[in-house]
């Protein structure tokens, strides 16, 4: 079939049309306001619909200069987790198993299981993450460094700091700051620190310090719950994070996420990584 360029641009027109009305979650779900100033950016601006395009009938997305990377698949963009207290050996290996058939960007476990984790993905790219400071983040900033440099030791390649939440809300900068240097000291080539503000505690004042402390430290990510703090992620509070820290830094949304329009949500938000225990089902519902 051929069309002439009058008949492309309909044809796009409708394309374009129908995917938002499928998708009430984009920010900004009127075409006019997506298009208006992102001409040849559509992987870029809008990547994790990408789907949506090749399923309405495209065979291929065209893009201007600058465009950058498509979106990876959506399991390389959540950490499987599992952090319960009573988690046994035989979940955290059930765990793996799931983020290797699935190709998750990592395990989320207790200290403890590390180095159990490490040995089962060996060889995969699959990475195993752990947590520090946690759930409270109240440990001192030299107990959080030991802890990583253990946790690495055994084969962590990220870590999921908690700050001291109660020094922000006394308006200790200083001290926070102190926490989040001594684990970022502590990161081995290679490894990721993200900085776990709990979002649910902290009024949005407290949050925007809170993200800036990480990034002037220099962690890789903020991200804003522990599920240990009474809520999780919003979408509200994602789109905050992303403001203050800018488009380079990662921004992680954990707590709550537990399917597939709420993890579109938060990427839709801003989000480049997501914490989930339903990753499973996640990556069911978008194969569906």
């Not at 009430?24 to 601006?45: S, T, W, Y």
């Not at 290996?93 to 207790?110: M, R, T, W």
């Not at 990034?215 to 994070?241: H, N």
Request: aromatic share 2%.
């Amino acid at each position: 079939m051929n069309l002439d360029a009058k008949a492309l641009d309909a044809l796009a027109e409708r394309i374009v049309d129908q995917i938002l009305q499928r998708d009430p979650l984009h920010p900004n779900h009127q075409r006019d306001k997506v298009c208006a100033n992102c001409v040849g950016q559509c992987v870029r601006q809008c990547s994790f619909k990408l789907d949506d395009f090749l399923a309405a009938g495209a065979a291929r997305v065209g893009g201007a200069p600058g465009i950058g990377s498509p979106k990876p698949a959506l399991a390389a963009l959540i950490d499987h987790t599992l952090l319960k207290p009573d988690a046994t050996e035989r979940e955290v290996d059930q765990l793996c198993d799931e983020a290797l058939q699935h190709g998750f960007a990592s395990v989320c476990v207790n200290p403890v299981f590390v180095a159990r984790c490490h040995a089962r993905l060996l060889g995969s790219a699959v990475r195993t993450c752990t947590v520090i400071g946690f759930p409270l983040g109240a440990s001192l900033p030299e107990v959080k460094a030991a802890e990583a440099r253990l946790a690495q030791a055994q084969g962590a390649e990220e870590l999921d700091m908690v700050i001291p939440i109660g020094l922000l809300k006394s308006g200790r900068q200083d001290l926070v700051r102190a926490h989040v240097d001594a684990v970022v000291a502590a990161r081995m080539p290679g490894s990721v620190v993200k900085v776990i503000i709990e979002t649910s505690l902290l009024t949005d004042d407290e949050k925007r310090t809170a993200c800036r402390i990480a990034k002037d430290a220099g962690a890789d990510y903020v991200k804003t719950s522990t599920g240990f703090g009474g809520g999780g992620a919003t979408a509200k509070d994602i789109a905050l994070m992303r403001e203050v820290v800018g488009p380079a830094m990662g921004v992680k949304a954990s707590g709550g996420v537990k399917d597939l329009a709420a993890m579109q949500a938060m990427l839709a938000a801003g989000a480049t990584r997501i914490g989930a225990s339903a990753g499973v089902r996640i990556v069911k519902e978008s194969a569906a």
